[in-house]
């Protein structure tokens, strides 16, 4: 099964609106027609809308960074997964490794999420991944089992297969170090084996993406693993060259 490249743009806590509307601007010129990748961007919740218009008609989609998981309500502060499909993303990046970490999220609540997304028409890009301490105690699979048991929970195989998940070591985030190629596609392996263990086939159509310091120059070795189905970028998408360097890896 060939499965398109998903790359996405995770912008964090940066940029005002007017530099989202400037980088999306920059990227949707610079993608033009796309046809064997598909590019996403995830701008902070303030800048959506504007991103939003600025990408009408350009082939690259919108993306955000977490959802709530009840539709609307008593939920002070909270963005539901629907007014984000109002806003007009595809995706919804949910349990990032810095929501788990300093929001104190849990695979119970990625699990909300995920079912809130799919519900609304959004598709969920579900993180997973262990620290460094699991990593050299040994408990990698162990950990990523876990999360994927415990984030996707009562779906259908239709359901799961507009999942995207995002390995995405934590010790490899921000921090400039890379998962090798044969480190990620054997978690990546792993990750489609449990897929499919609860899916069936349909984990065939499930994209799994890299993500942890993904840059220009290490973003072919890694994408050319057989499954690894995209990345999920965080420094290197704040500037477009890089970025784009990153989506156009097959050039490189
Ligand atoms: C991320 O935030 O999802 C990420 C992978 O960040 P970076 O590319 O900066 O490591």
């Known amino acids: 099964m060939s499965r398109i490249k998903l790359m996405c743009g995770n912008w964090k806590l940066h940029k005002t609106i007017a530099e989202s509307v400037e ?73 990032h490794s810095e929501r788990r970490q300093w929001f104190g999220e849990t695979d119970a609540m990625a699990s909300l999420k995920v079912r809130a997304a799919l519900r609304n028409g959004l598709d969920p890009i579900y993180c997973v991944g262990e620290t460094l301490a699991e990593r050299d105690a040994g408990e990698a699979f162990h950990v990523v089992g876990r999360q994927l048991e415990g984030g996707l929970t009562d779906l259908t195989a239709k359901e799961a297969e507009r999942l995207v998940i995002a390995y995405e070591p934590v010790w490899a985030i921000g921090t400039g170090r890379t998962a090798s190629p044969q480190q990620a596609q054997e ?50 998408s704040l500037k477009a060259d890089d970025f784009l360097k990153i989506v156009k890896y097959r050039n490189s």
């Open 23 to 95: 980088l999306a601007t920059a990227v949707k010129n610079a993608v033009g027609p796309l046809r064997d990748v598909e590019v996403a961007v995830a701008p902070v919740f303030t800048a959506l809308h504007a991103v939003a218009k600025r990408l009408e008609g350009s082939a690259v989609v919108l993306a955000a960074q977490n959802c709530f998981w009840e539709d609307q309500g008593a939920w002070t502060g909270e963005v539901s997964a629907k007014l984000l499909k109002d806003v007009g993303c595809k995706y919804v990046i949910i349990a």
């Open 187 to 236: 978690v990546h392996q792993f990750i489609r084996g449990k897929l499919s263990e609860k899916f069936g086939n349909a984990a065939e159509a499930i994209r799994i993406q890299y993500g942890g310091s993904v840059k220009p120059d290490n973003a072919s070795l890694l994408m050319d693993q057989p499954d690894i189905d995209g990345a999920l970028v965080g420094g290197a």
